[in-house]
């Protein structure tokens, strides 16, 4: 064995990386943090100090309330969700059978297609007057009528859920077929003699095996529901009325299309604190020479 | 009893196949079935022949006929949709450039991280791969005004740049597990022989190395090619609109013609599932399984 011996920063190395980061993430914080305590709109040449008001004025807005909730119920429907279909797909794509070859590389497609083009995708789908799924409910006979998907508030939301998660089944798949792929088919065998079942299987050896990677794959995914956007976007656009605007779009929304860059700012700000602590927690779960050994 | 498992396996084995790939097959279908049987209610899909004419339009310019016959129908033909060839153009000189900068600047920091020790290692690479998972949304203020105050706006070098930042997290990460799983044997004789970090680095590592950086760099231009959020706020004219933003302004525009739209997708589509089957080959099995085998 070599000795440890610590060599000077790499900064040469390093150098590419940490300047796109340090200017897109350091700098982009700390200018939120300032435009949020500013009024600034882009008509008005000024922008005056204002205090915690921009904050103020967000976090008495009804509206903010209906997106903070939307969001944290979104959240806390997909994300388990996910885990739980991701794990099952992992899994399935562990087993030997004819056509894996084709069908794995099909599970990723949902994460390459980009995000707004699967909300057009799903639109289709839900669509109340020409959707496929009231198609082909109606041509089954399983309803008499079609079903305004999209535009009842409680479906809506079922419907963007659905989507969202399709969008991120494939991601969580990967991390748990990674872990899955750590467990020895030793413990599997000597489980089997032992007469476990599968079900005895599942709960005593997979899933404290993989307890890890699950939780970091669940705040992955909460981190993922608080802050999607694009699938959303294009299929309801927040609609109908604000029963799928999501604190993302809230923001966008904000800032782009009323131009209020302060609000739009102390959103933002609000929203990185909720994902800097899921960030933190990942942290802990992450046993620490997982990644990088010193 | 193992017959039924079977079954079961290939049961869901094409559940999961038909849940990722059907969005394909669709707009397959919806970009060729002429849009009155496409909106019929109830449903005639398959009743009338089935039409080239919007992929014409797209890349020729040429106006479907139906449209010619009813000038009332006129208005569902949009310019719009003319500009997706434009933007695939786009898309492509993006995420190539992004790819180009991964490959480049991922691999230096990936190798820094694989084969140097230093002060500081866990938590600049926490740093580069955590900072991803700040919320894209509530960094779209400052990024806005950075980008402004640069004078980048509505140009491809800032949609690249913030691309690059997105996806050199994953690459960095990637890379740096499959850096570590090359014997240092070569490196170390190259280095005994007086090489300089750097030679043994473009010498020895990069060419032994070539194929998984390309496949890689693929993945970052999966993810730039899917970008949606950042390619709306920072891009404002058709000239620099990557396809993802102008698949959103086409679904959007309440003039478009579904089929056109579907046909628009299925374009779009192409590419994504290329990408999948090489990343998925390449990257996902190759590197991220592959490495946990140990």
Redesign the interface.
């Known amino acids: 064995m070599q000795e ?7 900064i040469e ?2 150098f ?3 300047i ?2 340090f ?3 350091a ?3 700390g ?2 943090i300032w ?1 949020s305590l500013h009024q600034i709109l882009l008509v008005l040449p000024v922008t005056p100090f204002v205090g915690l008001k921009n904050y103020k004025e967000v976090l008495t807005s009804p509206y903010f309330k209906e997106a903070l909730l939307n969001t944290l119920i979104f959240t806390v429907t997909t994300a388990p969700a996910t885990v739980v279909i991701s794990l ?2 992992a899994r ?1 794509l562990l ?1 030997k ?4 070859t ?24 839900f669509h109340g ?2 959707g ?1 799924l009231n ?1 082909f409910l ?2 089954f006979g399983i309803i008499e009528n ?1 079903i305004p998907w999209l535009d009842n508030s409680r479906l809506a939301k079922f419907s963007v859920s659905v989507a969202h998660i ?1 969008t991120q089944v ?1 991601f969580a798949s ?1 991390l748990l ?3 899955l ?2 467990i020895s088919q030793e413990v599997y065998d000597a489980a089997a003699v032992d007469g476990a079942g599968p079900l005895r299987r599942l709960f005593s050896i997979t899933l404290p095996q993989i307890k890890v990677m699950l939780i970091i794959t669940l705040i ?1 995914e909460c ?1 993922m529901g ?2 999607t ?2 699938t959303v ?2 299929m309801t ?1 927040g609609g109908p009325g604000g029963a799928t605007t999501l ?3 809230f ?2 929304a904000e ?2 299309k009323l131009l209020n ?1 302060g609000t ?2 102390a ?3 609000i ?2 604190l909720i ?2 602590v ?2 933190m927690a ?2 802990k779960a992450i046993p ?1 020479d997982i ?2 050994k ?1 | 009893m193992k017959v039924a498992k ?1 079954i079961l ?2 049961f ?2 094409l559940v ?2 038909f ?3 059907s ?2 097959l ?2 397959l279908l ?1 970009g060729i079935i002429p849009d009155a049987a ?6 005639k ?1 398959f009743s009338m022949k089935p039409t080239l004419a919007y992929y014409k339009y797209i890349f020729l310019g040429i106006v479907p006929q139906a449209y010619e016959e009813r000038g009332a129908m006129r208005g569902m033909i949009t310019q719009e949709a003319r500009q997706i060839p434009h933007s695939m153009m786009n898309s492509a000189i993006t995420a190539l450039s992004v790819m180009g ?1 991964n490959i ?3 691999s ?2 990936a ?3 694989a084969r ?7 938590a ?8 991803r ?14 980008v402004q105050a640069m004078g980048l706006l509505d140009t491809k070098v800032a949609i690249v ?2 691309h ?2 997105l996806t ?1 997290p994953f690459t ?2 990637i890379l ?1 597990v499959f850096f570590r799983r090359i014997p240092i044997d070569l490196e170390e004789a190259a280095t005994v022989d007086g090489a300089s970090r750097m030679q043994v680095f473009t010498k020895i590592t990069l060419p032994l190395s070539a194929a998984s950086m390309v496949a890689t760099g693929l993945f970052a231009f ?1 993810l730039s ?5 950042y390619s709306l ?1 920072l891009s404002g004219s058709a000239k620099t609109r990557t ?3 102008a ?2 302004a086409l ?2 525009n309440t003039d478009v013609a ?1 089929g056109m ?2 046909a628009g ?1 299925f374009i ?2 192409i590419p ?2 290329i ?3 090489v ?3 390449f990257v ?2 190759g590197i ?2 592959g490495a ?2 140990y």
Request: some cysteine.
């Open positions: 440890v011996k610590y060599s000077r920063y790499p190395w390093l590419p990386v940490l796109l980061v200017l897109f993430t700098f982009p914080v200018y939120a435009n099952g797909v399935l087993t059978f004819f056509g894996r084709v069908l794995r590389p099909v599970v990723l497609l949902p994460w390459a297609i980009p995000g707004s083009v699967a909300g057009i995708l799903w639109l289709w789908i007057q020409w496929l198609g109606l041509k079609y399709w494939p990967i077929m990674a872990a792929t750590t992955y981190i608080l802050t956007y694009d976007y294009s656009a604190l993302s779009y923001i966008w800032a782009f860059f739009g700012a959103l933002g700000v929203m990185a994902t800097f899921l960030i990942i942290l620490s990644l990088v010193e | 079977k396996i290939h869901l084995a999961v196949f849940f990722c790939i969005p394909l669709l707009t919806g496409l909106l019929s209610y109830p449903p899909w900068i480049l600047c991922g230096m920091a190798y820094a991280f140097i020790r230093f002060r500081g290692k866990s600049t690479f926490l740093g580069i791969v955590m900072c998972l700040l919320p894209a949304s509530a960094l779209a203020v400052p990024f806005y005004l950075i740049m913030v690059s930042l050199l960095v990460l740096s999966m090619y899917s970008e949606f959020l706020i396809l993802s933003v698949m959103a679904s959007t579904w739209l579907m997708i779009t589509l994504s599932l990408l999948a089957i990343v998925w080959k996902v099995e991220i399984l946990l085998k």
